[in-house]
């Protein structure tokens, strides 16, 4: 019995600490503001030895593998002044009163490229309720003390960090792709 309580705490315990780590920054962004409804850092990314041209195809073509339709999401695309929006959603999870309930977020990123870094800033604009999308924005405006506004606005703060982590993969992907 010993070894079964031993054998569940420890499976827990390596649950948490992964999932924790899936939601902390790599080592080269520079988190500027990341609360909610504006999320903001710089990415660098000189280890990769990318000019502006290739982390702005990188961002594009993470943009493109991310959604089903990069020409419906991207609203500024100026290659030449290093600057792309895009106009996108995510849903994900979080803790309500009695249950876990879905959320979708909707989100204007914006990417500025200068020399070997990004910078992002993700606005979130709205947030919908999945069951009934109705929008939750009023509730988390008027209540940000309440535990379910809370997990709402950590879970959507998770993604973003899950998101700029992966179009950091992508910026690698991508150089990976352009060396073959």
């Not at 827990?12 to 903001?40: G, R």
Request: glycine share 4%; charged share 20%; hydrophobic share 40%.
């Amino acid at each position: 019995m010993k070894q079964l309580i031993l054998f569940c705490t420890t499976l827990f315990s390596c649950i948490a600490a992964t999932t924790a780590a899936q939601t902390k920054f790599l080592p080269n962004v520079e988190e500027k503001q990341h609360d909610f409804p504006l999320y903001q850092g710089i990415v660098h990314v000189d280890s990769l030895g990318l000019t502006p041209g290739q982390i702005y195809d990188g961002i594009k073509l993470w943009v493109a593998e991310t959604y089903n339709s990069a020409m419906d999401v991207i609203q500024l695309d100026d290659r030449n002044s290093g600057i792309m929006i895009v106009k996108g959603n995510f849903t994900c999870t979080y803790q309500a009163i009695f249950s876990k309930a879905t959320l979708r977020a909707i989100t204007s990123l914006k990417f500025e490229i200068k020399e070997n870094r990004f910078r992002y800033t993700v606005e979130v604009t709205d947030v919908l309720n999945e069951y009934d999308k109705s929008s939750m924005w009023r509730t988390m405006e008027r209540n940000p003390g309440n535990r379910a506004v809370q997990s709402a606005k950590e879970s959507i703060g998770d993604h973003i960090t899950i998101t700029i982590n992966s179009i950091i993969y992508a910026m690698e992907k991508y150089k990976a792709d352009t060396d073959w």
